[in-house]
């Protein structure tokens, strides 16, 4: 059991009508509670889905971490009137557990079941966050008792959708809250957050559009509501002044086929490269470091849609990187970092040469049927850099490709009397689409083949309890190479801030490039995680 249970307060996403704000009202898990029996297996929208049970976060929290929701008699803790359940020996108490799941029910006051039927601002949602935390926070301490005080008090926010945004405008907007409030928020999770707004048909939602708040996911007014000027035209900027960004997770969805809403028109509009409503590019954050330099938020990608029978919130996927970026053991982020490209030898001499670069990522953890990161090009969810950024001197920077970031949990192991941490990572890089003078090149093209492509096994066993060395042992294996064995020792170079630096190079099918080809390495950034 983890000694880092903090509550669980779970922020829902955006309710556009009456009907929708009366279904989140009478919902008293506002679809943290929605589970799932299928799973698509393939990309195909006409392919039968599998089934696979995920019985919904709030069912496996309460199993897998003992946590334990909030309702008494019929009441929340925001009724004057709400008193705790007996401890398990029956006795009285007061206060509540901080192993709580709490449900931000900021859409009651809007339906017409518990309120006026009025859609409110999203600084409205911000300003009840911070009085709900402060709630929960005096609760947790009374329960505690002696020698924990409000100084000690910790919480997790976890926010779908536009639940995201209400999160940001509480840390990032002073004026939305209480400073107290804020300082108790230990880590923040999203999950299909528009960090960066909505788009439909390539046009950001209009300020002008009012009805229902749906002007909430314009990018000028997120500025407004989150007092941060945007940064290139862009509101996916976390000030570090505002939260660290280390202690934020964003979970991106890559499936549009599967997201009903508006009987498809939603879907239709929001394009390819999105789950359905919020685009992938959208949908994460980056913040900068001590020194000013650009650093990408924790995030990993899923084949879920926004929401629906394969939503993003109620997957084993999500869940599972939930799970382990609150109670984990082990952080890794996962950088691949190009050396070199080399072009077909019979492309035109001195021609104006381009090409796009997809790189994927597929990680599976030990054991699992699913990946805790899937970034595939059918999927629209590579990671992608143009042959130009790729060989520009004056931008060395965009070598460095960030492709997701894993937290490994001990308690997940298999098999218990395997000391290790692990998973597989596949890496590929597809064969561009070369552009000669701006005009698609044919000759030599073969549709879908890789420059490179092979899976790389980590075993990662981190330093043992009394070891004053703090030894970290960390093998690898590409399974061309090593039949998939992890057995060869990396050697970590040490990083500021206690991360280790983990560098693999490439296996023999990448370690000189043909023509075409490509050349570098994995680079592991690895640090104990709590």
């Given amino acids: 059991m983890s000694g880092n249970r903090y509550p669980i307060i779970y922020v829902r996403g955006y309710a556009m009508t009456e009907s929708e704000r009366d279904d989140t009202a009478a ?9 799932s029996t299928v799973y698509r297996a393939t990309v195909k929208k006409d392919a039968p889905a599998q089934k696979f049970v995920f019985e919904s976060p709030v069912v496996r929290l309460l199993a897998d971490y003992q946590y334990q929701s909030v309702y008494q008699n019929g009441l929340d803790i925001l009724d004057p009137d709400w008193k705790p359940s007996p401890d398990e020996t029956g006795k009285d108490v007061d206060g509540l557990p901080s192993a ?14 518990l309120g006026d039927g009025k859609s409110k601002d999203v600084k409205v949602y911000a300003r009840g966050l911070s009085q709900l935390i402060l709630r929960v926070r005096d609760l947790v301490v009374q329960r505690e008792g002696p020698g924990y005080s409000a100084a000690d008090f910790r919480c997790y926010l976890v926010a779908h959708s536009m639940g995201g945004l209400v999160v940001r405008a509480f840390l990032q907007n002073a004026g939305l809250g209480d400073a107290e409030a804020r300082r108790c928020v230990d880590k923040v999770f999203t999950y299909a957050t528009p960090h960066n707004g909505i788009d439909m048909g390539g046009i950001n ?19 407004e509501f989150l007092d941060t000027a945007p940064v290139n035209g862009r509101m996916d900027y976390l000030p570090a002044t505002a939260f660290p960004a280390e202690r934020v997770f964003c979970m991106v969805g890559s499936n549009r086929g599967d997201y009903e809403s508006a009987k498809g028109l939603a879907r239709m509009f929001a394009g390819h490269g999105s789950d359905g409503l919020v685009r992938i590019e959208n949908a994460s954050l980056w913040s900068t470091d001590a020194a000013g330099r650009t650093q990408p ?14 939503g993003i919130v109620n997957s084993e996927e999500a869940y599972q990187n939930l799970v382990r970026f609150l109670f984990g053991d082990v ?41 805790l ?23 060395a920077e ?44 044919l000759d030599g093209h073969y549709e879908g083949s890789s420059l490179f492509r092979d899976t790389l096994v980590i075993e990662i066993a981190p330093p043992q309890a009394g070891d004053p060395a703090q030894n970290w042992n960390v093998k690898y294996g590409w399974q061309t190479d090593t039949a998939g064995q992890a057995s060869l020792p990396m050697s970590p170079k040490q990083l500021a801030g206690g991360k280790l630096q983990f560098v693999v190079p490439l296996s023999s099918l990448g370690a000189a490039p043909s023509a075409p080809g490509i050349s570098g390495k994995v680079r592991l950034e690895v640090s104990a995680w709590s």
Avoid at 27 to 35: K, R, V
Avoid at 100 to 113: A, F, P, Q, T
Avoid at 413 to 420: E, G, L, M, N, S
Wanted: overall charge neutral.
């Fill in 297 to 310: 938020v924790a995030t990993a990608y899923t084949y879920r849609s926004h929401s629906g029978f394969f």
């Fill in 205 to 223: 939602v209009p300020a002008w559009l009012t009805a229902a708040e749906m002007n909430t996911f314009n990018r000028e007014k997120m500025s």
């Fill in 331 to 371: 952080r890794v982020d996962l950088w691949f970092d190009v050396d070199g490209v080399t072009l077909p030898p019979d492309l035109p001499a001195g021609a104006d040469i381009d090409a796009l670069y997809q790189v994927e990522l597929l990680a599976a953890p030990r054991g699992k049927r699913w990946y």
């Fill in 398 to 441: 965009r070598r460095a490709i960030y492709l997701s970031t894993v937290f490994l949990a001990n308690r997940a192991r298999v098999k218990q009397d395997r000391p290790t941490l692990a998973y597989a990572m596949t890496l590929g890089v597809r064969v561009p689409d070369y552009q000669v003078d701006n005009k698609f090149w």
């Fill in 27 to 35: 919902d008293p898990f506002c679809g943290f509670n929605l589970g």
């Fill in 373 to 395: 990161s899937r970034r595939v090009a059918e999927e629209d969810s590579p990671a992608c850099r143009t042959h130009k950024e790729l060989t520009d001197p004056a931008r």
């Fill in 100 to 113: 709580s799941i709490i449900i931000y029910r900021y859409y009651d006051s809007g339906s017409e079941l």
